[in-house]
């Protein structure tokens, strides 16, 4: 469960602005990666986010190119979640490989401004909004819920491993 402060967005978030094209294969230090954040779309993103805030958006988050440092850098910028009513689907699997987790709650966007509080109960499948309003979404699998505790899908399979 995380309770954070909202950073809202609209539909269609691209790749190409979460995490700009023209770093892909020139920055690798995390937190460089961290200080690129969105900074296309919104340039006071990587300055002013906290560790445990949480991106809102509209529909198809994270479409446009597979990078995963667009889940990355979200990541590493201390980001808690991504909430959106949709995900591109690479994006949505590169953030849970990544370890960041993404929910899709697309009956309680209209209800979450910017600047807002909300907490997000993975387990439970719920998220309460600033006005205490909730909102049921599918409750992430087990198996998922490891990745995301373990750090990342490279951890959880090393962990596993080493258990066996």
């Not at 490989?97 to 387990?123: K, R």
């Amino acid at each position: 469960m995380i309770k954070g402060k909202v950073w809202k967005y609209g539909d269609d978030v691209n790749t190409d602005v979460i995490f700009p094209g023209r770093y892909t294969y020139t920055v690798t230090d995390p937190g460089e990666i961290a200080s690129h954040a969105l900074e296309d779309l919104d340039p006071a993103f990587a300055k002013n986010v906290k560790p445990g805030d949480v991106v809102v958006a509209g529909k198809n988050f994270g479409c446009g190119s597979s990078r995963e440092q667009a889940a990355l850098c979200l990541k590493y910028a201390g980001v808690a979640a991504v909430v959106a009513a949709s995900f591109a689907r690479i994006f949505f699997r590169n953030a849970i490989n990544a370890g960041l987790p993404t929910v899709a709650a697309p009956e309680a966007i209209p209800h979450i401004n910017a600047g807002d509080e909300i907490t997000v109960d993975f387990q439970v499948g719920e998220l309460t909004a600033a006005d205490g309003s909730s909102y049921k979404f599918t409750a992430l699998p087990p198996e998922v819920i490891g990745i995301l505790e373990a750090g990342g899908l490279v951890p959880y399979v090393k962990k596993e491993l080493a258990n066996k």
